[in-house]
């Protein structure tokens, strides 16, 4: 059992999201993990391309439904882990059980307990701040990406308006994470905004959510670091899978120009499909994006 103090969000958090209608399964066993409760949605033919879609800060698995049900429509799989401190997975209270190789780790557990294999990596923000640098560990097990306005870190700094939301989130302990999200993403309504708040009903559930920014590797002597340059390694030499990029064009943190540079790194990635009033959160745009993509990958 684990020894760190956790919390669960209280599942009638998570009644009548709108849209959101899609059975949690959990496993408590982790290797590594033991006693935190992960939860995931998993849902299509188990024998089907697997679509791994993995969030970002301060999201959860709620941010993809607009995308998983395309992939759905026809007939693939999709897998859509919450990352421990967000969504219906446990959240340690300490702020410091949170860094980069601890999510990375669980991630990978993860991975290895479905035994995942097919997968089209689907990733933004931190999903790809992770996600990006899992593909190279398990080179036979993915085969397509799909990644939108996020990056890796490489210890090279950050754009201003990374550094501001690091600097907010560092002095802004109970996040308002729904009007957040409305600022972020005027389209949303009252109610999507307040889903993504469902699962941080106080300040004590919201310790992953305040340690992401400070985790993101801007500095040479960040853990992180060095699995960010293997992993830009890895995509510009070794990677010979399918890739489609999706840019949401008014995204202030992870936007146009990180995307060309990631565009740079991925080996034989196409122009990218541009939402030109999408923002961070371009899944909000996703219907399209999830279409264009599976067109792209003539699935």
């Not at 398990?138 to 306005?149: G, H, Q, T």
Request: charged share 25%; with cysteine.
């Amino acid at each position: 059992m684990s020894t760190l103090k956790s919390v669960r969000t209280p599942e009638e958090r998570f009644e009548n999201l709108p849209d959101w209608d899609y059975a949690p399964s959990y496993i408590d066993d982790l290797e590594g993990y033991e006693g935190l409760r992960w939860a995931y949605v998993d849902e299509g033919p188990k024998d089907a391309p697997v679509f791994l879609c993995l969030h970002g800060e301060p999201s959860w698995g709620y941010l993809y439904r607009k995308m998983a049900p395309v992939f759905l429509k026809a007939g693939y799989r999709v897998v859509i882990p919450d990352m421990f401190g967000f969504g219906r997975s446990d959240k340690p209270v300490d702020d410091a059980v949170y860094t980069f190789h601890w999510h990375r780790g669980a991630l990978k557990a993860f991975i290895e307990r479905m035994d995942l294999a097919d997968v089209c990596l689907v990733c933004q923000d931190w999903g790809g701040v992770l996600g990006l640098t899992l593909p190279m560990d398990y080179p036979d097990r993915f085969k397509r990406l799909i990644v939108m306005n996020t990056a890796i870190g490489i210890g090279k700094g950050a754009s201003e308006g990374f550094i501001a939301w690091r600097d907010f989130m560092a002095n802004t302990p109970d996040l308002d994470v729904a009007g957040l999200m409305k600022r972020a993403t005027p389209i949303l309504s009252d109610e999507e905004a307040a889903a993504y708040a469902a699962p941080f009903p106080r300040a004590e559930y919201k310790a992953g959510v305040r340690r992401f920014p400070a985790l993101v590797p801007i500095t040479p002597d960040m853990d992180g670091v060095q699995t960010g340059l293997k992993a830009v390694k890895f995509w510009s030499e070794d990677w010979t899978g399918d890739s489609f990029m999706a840019v949401g064009m008014q995204d202030p943190v992870l936007g146009p120009d990180t995307m060309a540079w990631m565009r740079s790194v991925i080996n034989g990635c196409p122009e990218p499909m541009e939402i030109a009033k999408g923002g961070h959160f371009v899944q909000e745009w996703g219907a399209p994006i999830a279409e264009a993509a599976l067109k792209h990958f003539k699935l």
